[in-house]
């Protein structure tokens, strides 16, 4: 079963979702040093939006963001659009820190972002960067059904209500979406569908509106107490925000807080109508598999199918292409799964291919911190969920920087430190086998159908904090 690529395939180029939104023209470099009330390193959403809570609620402070490139080059602009309602970290994770009751206030807020992430983007005149089209979880094994509604139960005792997620047989689950050998899942209306590039675009003009100075083509090179060094000049502050996910590894004082994990992406041509028709999917809600390796889709405004997975997961010593090139390989798989899922749509042209950074932290648990001693804060390690974890970030790093005690300060991912990663080549053998076993699995279970397969993958489970 196979698509179709060829020499017409763009590979890298930061994401389909930039070039779609139009290549923004880069905002001019920070001019020389500077003083002010808070420094945000990153412009991507977490920056953005602790840029956008802050800047409200004291206008008369004068805030800048130090962006590299441009406002989305980074995993903002280059994601699978799912904006769900997921937390950033285990529940198990959370509760056993911090206490059930503060795990179930996360899962609350989570629902809480989601909500105000979709009505900002309708407040500041960006909503067509977002659509509440829900979200599909699909099982083609048993193995796979009987996680989907384990997790189903889970939900249930983790705060999410009759309402927010319910199992779907395999014919209801058939009526919304034609997934080829589909036994059921389970959907929760809480998850919109987004275009990544417009959206954080979106956000990025909204805060400028605000008053805020964004400075693009500018690297920090060090983040110290109330000063952030750059390439292009000094700039201090009362508050130095760190907000580089994936690319926290890019200063030479954090080799090892975020692990640099690979998240690749394919998308199609846009679908005819008979394509369209065999695949059913009029609901266009966001699509993922109960696979191992799991597999992320959608299906977009102008009727593309955008289908992201695990290509390469991780290069020895963190590296990883800025551009954002996928390996062949890493092609191949993802393509394969499409038509695996949709084999009508076997010989259908892809037309771009990206890869991205996520933030991946030793315990697999986001983490927002500020020292109010030092003026250092960050947010971020949302490894795949920080669509609406970075707003509900930004509103905490608000809340943490004014000194205020509220609820958000209360959530469980505030003041966490995980550990560092290991020395290489530790870290390549961790995070490549984690991969390597997932694909196994998932192999035995296609294979087999027996869930007993999954010892394997229990164990890279608990390697992956799951
Ligand atoms: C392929 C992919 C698919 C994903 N899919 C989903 C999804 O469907 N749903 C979901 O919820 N999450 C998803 N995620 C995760 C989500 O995109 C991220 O958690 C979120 O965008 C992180 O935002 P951020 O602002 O913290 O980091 P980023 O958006 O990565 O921003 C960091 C910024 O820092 C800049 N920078 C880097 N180094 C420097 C420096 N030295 N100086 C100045 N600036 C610097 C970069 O250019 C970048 O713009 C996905 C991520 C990837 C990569």
């Given at each position: 079963?196979t698509?179709?690529?060829?020499?017409?395939l763009?590979?890298?180029d930061?994401?389909f979702?930039?070039?779609?939104a139009?290549w923004p023209?880069?905002?001019?470099p920070?001019?020389g040093d500077?003083d002010v009330?808070?420094a945000?390193?990153?412009?991507?959403l977490t920056g953005l939006?602790t840029a956008?809570?802050?800047?409200?609620?004291?206008?008369?402070?004068?805030?800048?963001?130090?962006?590299?490139?441009f406002?989305g080059?980074?995993?903002?602009?280059?994601?699978?659009?799912?904006m769900?309602?997921?937390p950033?970290?285990p529940?198990?994770?959370?509760?056993a820190?911090?206490?059930v009751?503060?795990?179930l206030a996360?899962?609350?807020a989570?629902?809480?972002?989601?909500?105000?992430?979709?009505?900002?983007?309708?407040r500041?005149g960006f909503?067509d960067?977002v659509d509440?089209?829900?979200?599909?979880?699909?099982a083609?094994?048993?193995?796979?059904l009987?996680?989907?509604?384990?997790?189903?139960?889970?939900?249930?005792?983790?705060?999410?209500?009759e309402n927010?997620?319910?199992?779907?047989?395999?014919?209801e689950?058939?009526?919304?979406?034609?997934?080829d050998g589909?036994?059921?899942g389970?959907?929760t209306p809480?998850c919109?569908?987004v275009?990544?590039?417009?959206?954080?675009?979106?956000?990025?003009?909204?805060?400028?509106?605000?008053g805020v100075r964004i400075?693009e083509?500018?690297?920090?090179t060090a983040?110290e107490?109330?000063k952030?060094?750059?390439?292009r000049?000094?700039v201090t502050?009362?508050a130095?925000?760190?907000?580089?996910?994936?690319?926290?590894?890019s200063?030479?004082a954090?080799p090892?807080t975020?692990?640099?994990?690979?998240?690749?992406?394919?998308?199609?041509?846009?679908?005819?109508q008979?394509?369209?028709?065999?695949?059913?999917?009029?609901?266009a809600?966001?699509?993922?598999?109960?696979?191992h390796s799991?597999s992320?889709l959608q299906?977009?405004?102008d009727?593309?199918?955008?289908?992201?997975g695990?290509?390469?997961?991780y290069d020895f010593?963190?590296?990883?292409?800025r551009?954002?090139?996928?390996?062949?390989?890493?092609?191949?798989?993802?393509?394969?799964?499409?038509?695996?899922?949709f084999?009508?749509?076997?010989?259908?042209r892809l037309?771009q291919t990206w890869?991205?950074?996520l933030?991946?932290?030793?315990?697999w648990?986001?983490?927002?911190?500020?020292?109010?001693?030092?003026?250092?804060?960050?947010?971020g390690?949302y490894?795949?969920?920080?669509l609406?974890?970075?707003?509900?970030?930004?509103r905490t790093?608000r809340?943490?920087?004014l000194?205020?005690?509220?609820?958000?300060?209360?959530l469980p991912w505030t003041?966490?430190?995980a550990?560092?990663?290991?020395?290489?080549p530790?870290?390549?053998?961790?995070?490549?086998?984690l991969?390597?076993?997932?694909?196994?699995?998932?192999?035995?279970?296609?294979?087999s159908?027996s869930?007993s397969?999954?010892?394997?993958a229990k164990?890279?489970?608990?390697?992956?904090?799951r």
């Open positions: 079963m698509t179709t690529h060829s020499e017409e763009i590979n890298g930061v994401s979702w930039v070039r779609d139009g023209t880069p905002r001019a920070l001019p500077l009330d808070v945000i390193v990153g412009g991507g939006w956008y809570y802050l800047k409200q609620e004291r206008p008369d402070w004068e805030i800048v963001v130090i962006e590299r490139e406002c080059f980074g995993a903002s602009g280059r994601n699978g659009g799912w769900s309602a997921e950033a970290g529940f198990g994770r959370y509760a820190d911090r206490g009751e503060a795990a996360m899962q609350q989570m629902f809480g972002a989601v909500r105000e992430s979709v009505d900002v983007a309708h500041e909503g960067a509440e089209t829900g979200l599909i979880h699909v083609t094994s048993q193995a796979g009987a996680r989907a509604h384990k997790h189903v139960q889970e939900m249930k005792q983790q705060g999410w209500g927010d997620v319910h199992t779907l047989t395999g014919p689950l058939l009526r919304r979406v034609n997934v589909a036994l059921g389970y959907w809480h919109a569908r275009h990544p590039a417009k959206y954080t675009f979106g956000v990025a003009a909204a805060v400028e509106r605000l400075y083509q500018t690297t920090a983040l107490p109330h952030v060094v750059t390439d000049g000094d502050a009362h130095v925000v760190r907000a580089l996910e994936g690319y926290t590894v200063l030479p954090e090892r975020l692990l640099p994990m690979n998240s690749s992406l394919v998308i199609t041509e846009p679908l005819t008979q394509q369209l028709d065999s695949i059913g999917w009029a609901g809600e966001l699509l993922g598999d109960t696979a799991f992320y299906l977009t405004a009727h593309r199918i955008a289908i992201g695990r290509g390469k997961p010593g963190s590296r990883f292409d551009g954002g090139r996928t390996a062949e390989f890493g092609i191949d798989l993802i393509g394969e799964r499409l038509v695996q899922l084999p009508s749509l076997e010989g259908i037309e890869t991205g950074v933030g991946v932290p030793r315990d648990s986001a983490a927002v911190n500020y020292d109010a001693g030092t003026g250092l804060a960050s947010a390690g490894v795949g969920h920080g609406s974890g970075t707003n509900l970030a930004g790093l809340d943490l920087i000194g205020h005690d509220t609820e958000l300060t209360r003041g966490r430190k550990r560092h990663w290991e020395v290489e530790l870290r390549w053998i961790g995070a490549t086998g991969y390597k076993a997932y694909r196994w699995a998932d192999q035995r279970e296609n294979s159908d869930p397969t999954s010892v394997i164990v890279a489970d608990r390697i992956a904090g």
